[in-house]
């Protein structure tokens, strides 16, 4: 969560990382990809007006 806190986007694509960037000063959704230590991916999702961050598998989504 740290890292989503501060900008670091872990490993979502570039695409994803430079929309992230704008998303920070254009108040839009934010998306984070990471991997816990055992390797299982998970995203971080903060909607567009900051209400909510949720974190879920792929398989969730």
């Known amino acids: 969560m740290q890292r989503h806190l501060s900008g670091d986007w872990g490993d979502c694509e570039p695409e ?3 929309a992230n960037d704008r998303a920070v000063s ?4 934010l998306f984070s990809v990471y ?13 567009a007006d900051r209400s909510a961050t949720t974190v879920l598998l792929p398989d969730d989504y």
Do not use: L, P, Q, V
């Open 35 to 47: 991997h816990s230590s055992s390797g299982t991916k998970f995203w971080i999702i903060t909607e």
């Open 16 to 18: 994803d990382a430079i």
């Open 26 to 29: 254009e108040g839009t959704r």
